[in-house]
Nanobody, 124 residues
């Protein structure tokens, strides 16, 4: 069965950094585009970043993400990463990893599999 397991979340002060990991199993990882999304309580799921099978990346257009987050992948380890720097309180959310066998996309509906999420909390 397909499993995506996020890790690396936690509590961090504003301005700090976290590196999230998502370990995939049960699929041919290199065939999938991978994405990161986040969702705060009472808010809709929000696109953060995606990376294609060959390393092409797309980031959210929001200034809140641009220049601070970096998505990467290691196909040998079946793992996708999200490096988050200069964290802000508004980054607080559950961060989800997702896998998409189709074309690279920022739309949640296009992703086939989802992890359970990892909590990121940024204090002021």
């Amino acid at each position: 069965q397909v499993q995506l397991v996020e890790s690396g979340g936690g509590l961090v002060q504003a301005g700090g950094s976290l590196r999230l990991s998502c370990a995939a199993s049960g699929l041919t990882f290199s065939r999938y585009a991978m994405g990161w999304f986040r969702q705060a309580p009472g808010k809709e799921r929000e696109f953060v970043a995606t990376i294609s099978w060959d390393g092409g990346v797309i980031y959210a257009a929001s200034d809140s993400v641009k220049g601070r987050f970096t998505i990467s992948r290691d196909n040998a380890k079946n793992t996708v990463y999200l490096q988050m720097n200069s964290l802000k309180p508004e980054d607080t959310a559950i961060y989800y990893c997702a896998a998409n066998l189709g074309s690279q996309s920022y739309a949640p509906r296009e992703f086939d599999y989802w992890g359970q999420g990892t909590q990121v909390t940024v204090s002021s």
